[in-house]
Every structure is written in structure tokens, then in C-alpha cells.
């Protein structure tokens, strides 16, 4: 069964802790992106990986870090430096950057107090 | 300005009836391409449709067809025979070819509820 897996689905934190939220897919796809999604707003876009090694900044992507050290992994971190990490994040990822489907994950909610 | 407008932040639908989600979008590209999603309660984000700015038929899938009007720049979702299943949030995206990016910009999306 191929697809996203993101884990956990829920996370708790406390202020100050950099924590890391995982992202595997088994689509053999090249591209992989992260979302930050909060209540009313649409998706918007953290980092975005084209190939293995290499990843660009997407609109907000202070105060996170990501890796692609693995075709199938994405992983990111949110940071201390992030002022309001409290959010719900989707993984996805595409056969490559010009292919118009992207496929998600199932999500993580982030919470931190 | 919002390269994605949904104007309608909640739709309600009778079980069994047609229901249009509204999307208007801002480019000046003449290059793109527009998308429809899916997000359930459970949070994933499902693929439903997509449509280029050069094709001239309007895309469909199943009870979704996308109504794409280039010159009002309006792209909207149709879903045909609204199903309880259909209760979810829809967002409208785009993506646009300049830059080289390929990133879609997601609207703020349109809560649908069907009622039985």
C-alpha cells in the first residue's frame, strides 16, 4: 500500500523545545513539501524538497528546518526560534515538482504550552 | 492582494442536490493551472480535480466538474448529487509557471455540510 505516513498524529510540547515531526512516503516520488495549516486560513507553504540533498524555502519558513538525506523522508523541525508553532501540519509529495497532484499525509496537530 | 478567493466560508446543501463552491484567482501569467481539494474531518487533504489554463473543456471527475471561466478568472468547484460523505472543508488552489517554483497557493477555504 503505497502513500504518506506522518507521525505522531498528536503532539505536545512545552515552549522552548525544538521538536521534530516525521514525514515517509513509499511513492517513489522526488518531491516533498510541508504545510502549515491554522483554523480559517488555507495551506501555506513551510520547505519544499526537489530531490534528495536539496530543499528550498517556502513562504514561512522561519523558525523551522527540514532534511532530505533520503528519498522517502522529510522530515521538520520546529524550532524555539518559531514564535506560534501551535498548528496542524501536512506532509505531501508530488512524482516531481511539475506534476500537478500532490498526494498527504494524514497530518500532525502540534500543540505547545 | 490574495492570488485565492473563496468567498463563501460555509455552504449547506440539501442531500442529493448540486452545490457550487465559488473560486476567483488573481495571475497574470498565462500559464496555470487551478486545483480543488478535499479535507475531511480527519484532516488529510484529497486531490479532486485539476484544470490548465489552456484546456478549453472545463475537467471533471466522477460528480465533480470544475466551471472555469478564463476571463472572469473564476474557477468553480460543482459537485452533482451531494453526498453525506461530502460533508468536509474544499479548498480552491493554483499554481502559476513563472518562477519555476510550481507551488500552488491555497485559498481559505469553503466549509460544505449536506444535510440527509
Known amino acids: ?113 | 492582494a490574495q492570488k485565492i478567493t473563496q468567498t463563501q466560508p460555509g455552504m449547506f446543501v440539501q442531500e442529493k442536490e448540486a452545490v457550487t463552491l465559488d473560486c476567483t484567482y488573481d495571475t497574470s501569467d498565462q500559464s496555470y493551472g487551478l486545483f480543488w481539494y478535499k479535507q475531511p474531518s480527519s484532516g488529510e487533504m484529497i486531490f479532486l480535480i485539476y484544470q490548465g489554463s489552456y484546456d478549453e473543456q472545463n475537467a471533471t471527475e466522477g460528480r465533480y466538474s470544475l466551471n472555469f471561466q478564463k476571463a472572469r478568472k473564476s474557477a468553480n468547484l460543482v459537485i452533482s448529487a451531494s453526498q453525506l460523505g461530502d460533508s468536509a472543508m474544499y479548498f480552491c488552489a493554483m499554481r502559476e509557471a513563472s518562477g519555476g517554483s510550481y507551488i500552488p497557493t491555497f485559498g481559505r477555504g469553503t466549509s460544505l455540510i449536506v444535510h440527509p
Request: glycine content about 8%; hydrophobic content about 25%; aromatic content about 14%.
Open chain 1, 1 to 113: 500500500d503505497g502513500g504518506i505516513t506522518q507521525s505522531p498524529k498528536y503532539l505536545f510540547r512545552k515552549e522552548g523545545q525544538n521538536v521534530t515531526l516525521s514525514c515517509e512516503q513509499n511513492l517513489n516520488h522526488d518531491a516533498m513539501y510541508w504545510y502549515r495549516q491554522d483554523p480559517g486560513q488555507g495551506l501555506r507553504l513551510i520547505y519544499y524538497s526537489q530531490i534528495v540533498n536539496d530543499f528550498q524555502k517556502g513562504d514561512i519558513a522561519e523558525g523551522y528546518s527540514v532534511s532530505r538525506e533520503k528519498k522517502e523522508s522529510f522530515p521538520l523541525t520546529v524550532t524555539s526560534a518559531q514564535k506560534n508553532p501551535t498548528a496542524f501540519y501536512l506532509c505531501a509529495s508530488s512524482i516531481n515538482q511539475r506534476a500537478y497532484e500532490q498526494y498527504f499525509g494524514p497530518g500532525t496537530r502540534l500543540t505547545v504550552t
